[in-house]
């Protein structure tokens, strides 16, 4: 891709306006320990130092269509609360436009000084970003001289912000998104084996898509979370009260005599719900990390947000960080429990989740293929 925001020299930034789309759809308390707000911030500091005036854009959540009437976001869905982590990180002057009247927007860019920064509110508070609207798009490529999308976890997805808007104006991907085609173009273009594919978390459909488009590049497949409880679902086993995709019964069942997936010998159970894969599963995933030259891993494998079901996706963590192959980590939940620390030399650490496994699986990516 020519079209690559480091390639641009102060002299094609300086003193621009410039429209950034980052992803801040971050749900955890303290934002400034999120991967996907740490990644924004190499783009943002790239704009500052060519001395650019820089908009940025997001969305949070999905507000209500009330939100979307009064234009007024709750609180889990304002943007507000990046202005301080913003200013603190940058060090500069951050400014929030809760407005969202394009007039008022326009009149604090035309205040913008280089290397400023006008932190626009929640996106989706116009029901046009989701519907695509071509009038919107233009709208938004009239406040900038140029566009450039770091949001690579919305990229697959048709927004007005994310891909029409690129059409109207000069338009780049930013850090983070060249970091993420770089980094997954490995996974794509590789025959290097044993790899290795985890999944876990709720949603099975997009993860078992990627089989079919991978299949003869996979070598194993380690499941858990509810994509395993939706597999023992379609086995018959009982799985009492827990949680699995009912939406995804029938597209699994093709795969369930597949010789390359590894359910869990053993599960955590509370409530009479699975929470989390037993010790024997997690010797026997991390067995067979050990041995992996590659590994793409979407998806946390038990429940998480209790106590009791954290250890075994932490144990894949260690396994996964310890070992020597090459290995991409995608997905909120387990970003989150990583934290937003440091790639390794052998390790990327991907913002993306259901964009992760559609770019792998070489679906359309509208906010990447119009750059």
Not at 186 to 195: E, F
């Amino acid at each position: 891709m020519k079209h690559f925001l480091s390639k641009l020299s102060k002299r094609d930034l300086s003193e621009k306006i410039v429209l950034v789309r980052v992803d801040f759809n971050i749900t955890q308390k303290n934002v400034t320990q999120s991967l996907r707000f740490t990644r924004a911030l190499e783009t943002i500091h790239f704009l500052k130092k060519n001395n650019a005036k820089i908009v940025v854009v997001s969305h949070r959540g999905r507000p209500l269509p009330s939100e979307q009437k009064s234009k007024k976001a709750k609180k889990e869905h304002s943007l507000e609360i990046f202005k301080a982590p913003l200013k603190e990180k940058i060090k500069t002057a951050v400014y929030f436009d809760a407005s969202c009247h394009f007039s008022t927007i326009q009149r604090h860019i035309n205040e913008l000084k280089p290397k400023e920064i006008l932190l626009l509110e929640n996106i989706r508070l116009w029901k046009e970003e989701e519907r695509n609207s071509a009038s919107f798009a233009k709208k938004l490529a009239s406040l900038a001289n140029i566009y450039v999308n770091d949001a690579f976890a919305v990229s697959h997805r048709t927004h007005a912000s994310v891909a029409r808007i690129a059409t109207y104006m000069p338009a780049y991907a930013g850090l983070t998104l060249e970091k993420e085609i770089k980094n997954l173009s490995i996974i794509k273009k590789t025959n290097i084996h044993p790899l290795v594919f985890i999944i876990g978390g709720v949603k099975a459909t997009d993860k078992i898509e990627i089989l079919s488009a991978l299949s003869k590049k996979i070598d194993t497949v380690l499941v858990g979370g509810g994509v395993a409880n939706t597999f023992f679902q379609a086995l018959q086993i009982p799985i009492g009260a827990s949680v699995y995709d009912k939406s995804a019964l029938k597209l699994v069942e093709c795969y369930v005599s597949n010789k390359k997936i590894i359910l869990p010998d053993d599960v955590v159970i509370k409530n009479r719900a699975i929470v989390d894969i037993g010790e024997k599963a997690q010797k026997h995933f991390c067995s067979i990390i050990k041995k992996a030259k590659m590994i793409v891993w979407n998806g946390p494998l038990g429940y998480i947000e209790d106590k009791n079901g954290r250890q075994g996706t932490r144990a894949i963590v260690h396994a996964v960080f310890k070992s020597k192959a090459y290995a991409v980590i995608g997905g909120g939940e387990t970003q989150e429990l990583i934290g937003a620390q440091d790639d390794k030399k052998n390790i990327f650490i991907s913002t993306g989740g259901g964009a992760l496994l559609a770019y792998l699986s070489g679906k359309k990516m509208p906010g990447i293929d119009v750059l």
